[in-house]
């Protein structure tokens, strides 16, 4: 018997999800389909519900039914909790449907293991305060930062956002013109790169030993990076790593053991540049 997985959005045609999980079940020979579905803005319940009623076993969520897939759910992990939104849902025996949010660990699993950024003890920026922003912040804490301060254009909600969390570790808001002093790690969580637009941060945030990392990827420099690589930064990443790490702990929670993404994230990059 094939156990359906789908990712459901609106948008939903540039996912890549299906691709990465096929090659996810191809190095495992597991028996799955992984199929995309577009849904009306306002039909996420009734789509999800239709979904685990005719047998389906996970989904994943994206922009813009995150929040609706928290609401939808049973059953949370302490880190989808945390976050209010999640991005991966599993039907479990009995029924329920469990909710959990994997994106902060694939960026962490990103930025430590596939880049090996160190985290513990470092000044690390995070720009924005939304939903994405949100999501990473009980991962990004679990490493020991030195000081995590989100810089956001409204300050209220980044300093909300800090108070929601400060029980984790040493975080602080304020709006992205107050940023002081240089950080060791700056994470764009903003979605200003999809519209060519840059956070207003002052060039004193970097240095060339900051370690500059996009949220966003494109078939180029994002324009954040190419921002800090204009003025001086030596290292820059885009998401698309986050990605793939992202989807490789959905598939590990749905199927019970872990993927490897090195090839997988090789591949998407080739892919990538030969489109360009």
Not at 6 to 28: E, L, R, T, Y
Request: aromatic share 6%; charged share 20%.
């Amino acid at each position: 018997m094939t156990d359906l997985y789908s990712v459901m959005g609106n948008p939903i045609g540039h996912s890549k999800s299906p691709q990465i999980h096929a090659a996810f079940a191809a190095q495992a020979r597991d028996n799955m389909l992984y199929t995309a579905q577009l849904v009306p803005l306002e039909g996420f319940a009734d789509a999800a519900e239709r979904f685990f009623s005719h047998g389906g076993a996970g989904l994943n969520i994206t922009v813009p039914f995150k929040e609706d897939a928290y609401r939808f759910a049973g059953e949370y992990t302490e880190r989808a909790k945390r976050a209010q939104a999640v991005n991966t849902l599993k039907r479990m025996a009995d029924g329920t449907v469990l909710a959990d949010n994997t994106d902060g660990v694939g960026l962490v699993r990103d930025l430590t293991v596939n880049h090996q950024v160190e985290l513990a003890g470092k000044r690390i920026l995070l720009l924005g305060a939304g939903g994405a922003v949100r999501g990473v912040l009980q991962p990004l804490l679990e490493q020991q930062p030195a000081e995590l301060v989100i810089a956001n254009r409204t300050v209220s909600k980044a300093a909300a956002l800090a108070e929601d969390f400060a029980d984790l570790g040493n975080v602080s808001g304020c709006g992205f013109t107050e940023v002081e002093g240089a950080f060791d790690v700056i994470i764009n969580g903003t979605s200003a790169s999809l519209s060519g637009e840059l956070p207003p941060l002052p060039v004193s945030a970097l240095t060339p030993a900051t370690v500059c990392y996009d949220m966003m990827y494109g078939s180029g420099l994002t324009v954040f990076n190419q921002w800090a690589q204009d003025n001086g930064v030596t290292t820059t990443i885009d998401g698309l790593g986050m990605l793939v790490e992202q989807a490789a702990e959905a598939f590990t929670l749905w199927r019970g053991h872990r993927p490897q993404t090195h090839n997988v994230i090789a591949a998407l990059r080739n892919e990538r540049r030969t489109h360009r």
